[in-house]
Antibody
């Protein structure tokens, strides 16, 4: 069974940093592109960032470029999102999702940026 | 970026009704579209992939159609567990983009 489990969310002040993790199991992690998607509570879904299966190519939405870094450790079956210079508008639930067709999602981890 | 215009934004229906939700893409995306169901406090769950293929385990009352720029999700004979928010997602070109969502409520 495919499982994606996010962790690392919490309350952080504006300008702070946080690293999210997504632990994968039940499939060959190193064969899949992976994504991060954000959802402000009560609002819609917004794609944030993606990484190819080898970890050699990444892409991110303009609003996080230069602040967020997506990476992966295929030996540990784990996806990461390093978030820095956090802003109030980065608040939301962050989901990891599998593959170019977003076929499986984790349960999400809540990031709250507030003073 | 490709814009996905989803309609309606909300829909009120009764158990047993048939409902249709539409997504229009600002440019052609072939059939690179999925439909997702999200319940409060839960992750999105994929229902349909490649515009019209039913995800394994999803009831057959859900169906998708369309190609190019216009897509529909149809739910026949609504069940109580179907009341949720639905999203479309295009993954044809970067960045992937979602529709704004359709909240399906009980009448």
């Amino acid at each position: 069974e495919v499982q994606l489990v996010e962790s690392g969310g919490g309350l952080v002040q504006p300008g702070g940093s946080l690293r999210l993790s997504c632990a994968a199991s039940g499939f060959t992690f190193s064969s899949y592109w992976m994504h991060w998607v954000r959802q402000v509570p009560g609002k819609g879904l917004v794609w944030v960032s993606r990484i190819n299966s080898a970890g050699s190519s990444t892409s991110s939405v303009d609003s996080v470029k230069g602040r967020f870094t997506i990476s992966r450790d295929n030996a540990k079956n784990t996806l990461y999102l390093q978030m820095s210079s956090l802003r109030v508008e980065d608040t939301g639930v962050y989901y990891c999702a599998r593959g170019d067709r977003f076929d499986s999602w984790g349960q999400g981890t809540l990031v709250t940026v507030s003073s | 970026d490709i814009q996905m215009t989803q309609s309606p934004s909300s829909l009120s229906a009764s158990v047993g009704d048939r409902v249709t939700i539409t997504c229009r893409a600002s440019q052609g995306i072939r059939n690179d579209l999925g439909w997702y169901q999200q319940k409060p406090g839960k992750a999105p769950k994929r229902l349909i992939y490649a515009a019209s293929s039913l995800q394994s385990g999803v009831p057959s009352r859900f169906s998708g159609s369309g190609s190019g720029t216009e897509f529909t999700l149809t739910i026949t004979s609504l069940q109580p567990e179907d009341f949720a928010t639905y999203y479309c997602l295009q993954h044809n070109s970067n960045p992937p983009t979602f529709g704004q969502g359709t909240k399906l409520e009980i009448k």
